[in-house]
């Protein structure tokens, strides 16, 4: 199936939606990999300060994330997803003018603050935008498709416009950035007021869940522990997985000789192979459970990191920039399949009172995980210990595969007992 085709096949909501975060993405993208050159090179911003703007951004998007789940269950989705969405707009077009080192410092704290709530309330109206009610991987996996496709666009955009305006041109591509985040805005603003429509909001909605809150709590009691399971997986992915990516990984393929502009080129292969893997992989998605999907998407990462040994010994060109191609385009398996997978189970043992704090407790476990493996791969790779980091990276990856057959056993044992007792969960 070609990627448009499998776009034509979403349902008219989450088109809208996933359309939206393309062109956002394509604005991120521009900017993506030049926050540091522009803060100290533009900006003259001392290059600890301009560190500490990335820590900021980190930091800011835990508490975003730990604030937007009870927003949008104590609030409303629409309500929380407009103020977060728009501090990302907002953030984003701040570095534009950030010309000190307090006032990149504030737009980083800003910035990530809206980004670590924009995954919780996105991820929610994705779940509402799919058909019944019910999310799917193949949904989610979409939306990590259109993403990293406006991101490789953005970067390939960025770099000419950098090569060819110079660094003066900074300044209008974070107003670009801000500009296309605001059709995330526009988007969300229909998608959520269409899939709500006709439906009770608010207080008498609550109030219709809470009225059944006794009976459910053996229900809750069943899912609980598996929402744990699954957000330490997330937690655990995201630390061997994205937070290697973009900090140790190029480490390690500088020190095997591959060069800066073969990275940027196999980072470009990667980008480009996720959508081919969502239109190759949308119909398997759509028809198996996640937590199946889950494993698999890890077990791909394992392939990765076992690549990476020999990665690690190589001091040729040619060989090393060969298995980092490798390396990087069964990343985007994995990318596509746990991307698509996790949000799936966690919005499946939501319900619509407790989706935002589901969804918001996810953007913290995958926030967390890529603070924390960044700082850990960074102290071994300091320590000369490479090895010994790709060999942790593939066993998390693994220990993940296993917790997702897990997963999908015990969804499976849950919904056996929904189907026997549906007084109880409705």
Known sequence: MSPLRAYRDLPRNAK??????????????????????????????????????????????IVGALASGFAVDRVSLRRAGLVYLTVVSAGTAGFAAADSTWSALATS????????????????????????????????????????????????LGAVLVDVFGSGVFPVMYLADGASSLTVVGAFAVV???TRRGSRSGAQGRAAKEAKAGPRTAGTRRTGPLLLV?????????????GQIQSTVPVIATSAHVTSSMLAVTFFVNAVFIVVCQAAFASWMDSTAPGRVLAWGALSWVAVWAVFFPLVLSRSFVTSTALLTVA????????????????????????????????????????????????????????????VLVALLAAGCLLSALAGWRMERADSTIRRWEAHVPELVK
């Open 109 to 156: 704290a800003v910035y990530g603050f809206g980004l670590g709530g924009g995954g919780t309330v996105l991820n929610a109206a994705v779940a509402e935008s799919a058909p019944e009610g019910r999310s799917t991987s193949a949904l989610f996996g979409a939306k990590v498709a259109a993403v990293n496709a406006g991101v490789g666009i953005g970067v390939l």
């Open 192 to 194: 959520v007021t269409a």
């Open 16 to 61: 809208i939606l996933l359309g939206s975060m393309f062109v956002s993405a394509t604005g991120g993208g521009l900017v993506q990999p030049f926050l540091i050159v522009y803060l100290t090179q533009y900006r003259h911003i001392a290059v600890a300060s301009a560190t500490a703007a990335l820590s900021l951004i980190a930091a800011g998007s």
């Open 328 to 387: 990087m385009t069964t990343f985007a398996v994995g990318e596509v399949l746990i991307g698509g997978a996790l949000p799936a189970i966690v919005n499946n043992l939501a319900d619509d009172t407790n989706r935002g704090r589901y969804n918001g407790a996810l953007s913290l476990a995958t926030q967390t995980g890529q603070v924390v493996g960044p700082l850990a791969g960074g102290a071994l790779l300091a320590g000369g210990r490479a090895g």
């Open 230 to 242: 699954t957000l330490a997986t997330a937690g655990v992915l995201f630390a061997v997985g994205y």
